[in-house]
């Protein structure tokens, strides 16, 4: 290919990715948005026009992007739980190369749930709002990428239980999802009713809880 040829491709190419970054964060804002006013005002009193408004955008922008409010839900609830999910298992995978133990490693995971959780508080009460739901068209979706968060802590656990630093006993899948379920329900808690501690605070109460230190016996 000939230089000029070569340059070309690349500004093409420069072009797309400069494309995608900017749709990307069109649809970032289109999510804050509608994350924002989904809970404030629940989802169906949430128009696509509010939407719009909220995220600065057309009303046309949010139907070029998203088929309808109820897919720009669906891909909500995905964006919020593959964040998690990543926020997850970056924290294991650098307590495991650091050294750490599993027992870290999950002490990892629930700062960084925490931590999740305190960056959004709105998706998180909107998540496990809608955890509750049965009706909802989206509810396969939520349980697949649900599965995916815990998934990441159920294989730290059976690591765990592999190397002989938890019991064969437990009961990992039910461990998993209790554990996930202690961040979200904690950190709701926290932020509804105790928004005066700060971070170390609440994940120092949950790491007492894990490493089984609540009774006061080492």
């Known amino acids: 290919m000939s230089a000029r040829g070569t340059i070309g491709t690349m500004e093409r190419s420069n072009a797309a990715s400069g494309g995608s970054t900017r749709r990307e964060a069109t649809r970032q804002k289109l999510y804050e948005a509608a994350v924002t ?53 970056e924290a294991a995978e650098k307590t495991e190369r650091e050294g750490g133990s599993k027992v870290d490693a999950l002490d990892a995971m629930i700062r960084a749930g925490l931590g999740f959780i305190d960056r959004y508080p709105s998706f998180t009460q909107l998540y496990v709002a809608e955890l509750w739901r049965t009706n909802r068209a989206w509810q396969s979706t939520l349980m697949v990428v649900r599965q995916q968060a815990v998934a990441v802590v159920e294989g730290v656990l059976r690591e765990g239980v592999k190397n002989g630093e938890f019991s064969e006993e437990i009961d990992v899948a039910l461990t998993a999802s209790a554990l996930v379920g202690m961040v979200l329900v904690a950190a709701l808690d926290w932020k509804s009713f105790q928004p005066e501690r700060s971070l170390d605070d609440v994940h120092a109460a949950l790491s007492r809880l894990l490493q089984g230190r609540v009774s006061g016996r080492h």
């Open 37 to 89: 006013l989904i809970a404030e005002q629940g989802f169906s009193a949430t128009t696509v026009d509010e939407i719009a408004e909220r995220a600065g955008v057309a009303k046309g922008t949010v139907y070029y992007n998203f088929a309808s409010k109820s897919v720009l839900f669906e891909e909500l609830l995905r964006h919020g739980v593959e964040l998690l999910t990543a926020s997850l298992r």
